[in-house]
């Protein structure tokens, strides 16, 4: 096969592109696009030498992208317009009008691109962009396979259930027979497949709320039996890694201390946390929110292995905030940093940030990206 082409659409902080080199697929980004200054400046910091265009994509016309002579699109579109916090607001928010743009140049196009793969969050395969996204490539004579795959399928601790699509121009098939289904998982797929009971849904933290937990008995922590069961299950996945494999070291230059979860939040949202250990197999879907918010942006890790997590939480019951700061200070509880969290997420060890990219801003980036593995996976899988 020729050397390939690539637009990388939604370009954020280069997720896609990374996933394309991890591919290994014979291939060159001749263009990235995205309007996020911050994105940008990380994108540019680590791909000095790619074609960076810093505006929307409906500022680009039908000859800016025929010039550009690409056979490949990877894009990533605004997930807000799906996501319940964003509204789901779909088609009529503001922030869908590049990708409905996207599916009107498509056809009009000198050349349509040989491959193309889009990735959303869960909640885009009942909207109405993704319909008028099938008919697109349906009209385009597309062939196309949707998906739904979070990283604990591929030994990864966090779960981050997403949409994804790849899509093949005629002539020619994929190396997987197509189905009008959305397979939940990889094509070569099977039945037992772990992909389902081992997932954590997206969003939500691991403790209990009225709308998403049963009504048992609550054990600790806001925990029902049907929780701790679960969690335990997920722990005993010997296919997934550990979490320790991803984490950063203390001692070699890397001071931990920042952060640790402070007083404030230990007191107001303890029993809101979803807690996990350097043992653990799990961890809950990290959104651009985290470090900012506490609740349901994604696990913090329990330091102190010699304290048992039970024991802290049925102890605080009843006494005063500062008795129960005193035993959950024990637990040394503390954010992911951002380089665990780009480790979680299949990102290189030469992935940095520039300097002047606060902590803040580093969360928020990479809770808006995407898992660079299951990418560089699905790549390979489209390709071949």
């Avoid at 793969?117 to 949707?146: H, M, P, W």
């Avoid at 005063?320 to 700061?325: A, F, I, N, R, V």
């Amino acid at each position: 096969m020729e050397r390939l082409r690539v637009l990388e659409l939604y370009s954020g902080i280069g997720g896609m592109h990374y996933a394309l080199t991890e591919s290994s697929v014979d291939a060159e980004v001749v263009a990235a696009v995205d309007v996020n200054t911050t994105a940008n400046e990380i994108y540019k910091h680590n791909f000095p030498n790619t074609l960076l265009l810093p505006k929307t994509i409906e500022g680009m016309t039908l000859n800016d992208f025929n010039k550009l002579d690409f056979n490949m699109i990877l894009m990533s579109p605004p997930c807000q317009p799906f996501t319940r916090i964003g509204l789901q607001c779909d088609v009529s928010d503001p922030r869908t009008k590049s990708f409905l743009y996207i599916l009107d140049i498509l056809p009009r196009l000198n050349k349509l691109p040989r491959f193309i793969l889009l990735e959303n969050v869960k909640g885009f395969e009942t909207s109405s962009a993704r319909d008028a996204l099938i008919k697109t490539l349906t009209d385009c004579k597309y062939s196309f396979q949707e998906l739904m795959i979070s990283p604990t399928c591929i030994g990864i601790p966090n779960s981050r259930l997403r949409y994804f699509l790849v899509a093949m121009a005629p002539p020619g098939s994929f190396s997987f027979q197509t189905t009008a289904e959305i397979l939940n998982g990889y094509p070569e797929a099977t039945s037992s497949d772990r992909t389902g009971s081992s997932q954590i849904p997206d969003g939500q933290c691991g403790g209990c709320s009225s709308e998403t937990c049963d009504n048992g008995y609550i054990i600790y922590k806001m925990e029902t039996a049907r929780d701790l069961e679960r969690k335990r299950s997920q722990d005993k996945e010997e296919t997934v890694q550990r979490l320790k494999e991803f984490l950063e070291e203390e001692g070699q230059g890397m001071d931990l201390e920042p952060y640790l979860l402070p007083p404030k939040t230990l007191l107001r949202y303890a029993l809101l946390l979803d807690i996990v250990t350097l043992n653990s197999r799990r961890s809950v879907c990290f959104t651009k929110g985290y470090g900012h918010y506490v609740e349901g942006t994604g696990s913090v890790l329990q330091s102190r292995a010699d304290v048992e997590l039970e024991t802290v939480f049925k102890s605080i019951e009843g006494l005063s905030d500062e008795e129960k700061l005193k035993l959950l200070s024990q637990l040394k509880l503390r954010y992911f940093t951002p380089r665990e969290i780009a480790n979680l997420m299949g990102f290189p060890s030469h992935f940095t940030f520039p300097e002047g990219i606060s902590i803040k801003q580093q969360y928020r980036v990479l809770g808006n990206s995407l898992n660079v593995h299951v990418v560089a996976k699905l790549i390979n899988l489209m390709v071949t």
